[in-house]
């Protein structure tokens, strides 16, 4: 079984900076792709970014210039640091990575940006 551990949500203005970290624990003989969804009120959640173990990228139109995600292997964490923040950014953000052929999901950290 897999632990996925989020940090770095909160409160933040428009125009600020947060970085989300999302860590892996357990039985994890490999991990092929990490990455973040998020899923705003009343809305479908919706892929941010994603990284794979190629270390190969790739981002929703909307977050492009502003969001850079990263990956640890060492540490089986990703990250994304989200720059320019908009309020339109707020929502519940989800860790998600798939480690030995399953799909596993954070619990979710919420990020708010204010106007």
């Known amino acids: 079984q897999v632990q996925l551990v989020e940090s770095g949500g909160g409160l933040v203005q428009a125009g600020g900076s947060l970085r989300l970290s999302c860590a892996a624990s357990g039985s994890i003989f490999s991990i092929n792709t990490m990455g973040w969804f998020r899923q705003a009120p009343g809305k479908q959640r919706e892929l941010v970014a994603v990284?794979?173990?190629?270390?190969?990228?790739n981002y929703r139109d909307s977050v492009k210039g502003r969001f850079t995600i990263s990956r640890d292997n060492a540490k089986n964490t990703v990250y994304v640091q989200m720059n320019s923040l908009k309020p339109e950014d707020t929502a519940v953000y989800y860790c998600y990575v798939v480690a030995d052929g399953r799909v596993y999901w954070g619990k979710g950290t919420l990020v708010t940006v204010s106007s």
């Open positions: 990284i794979i173990s190629s270390d190969s990228t």
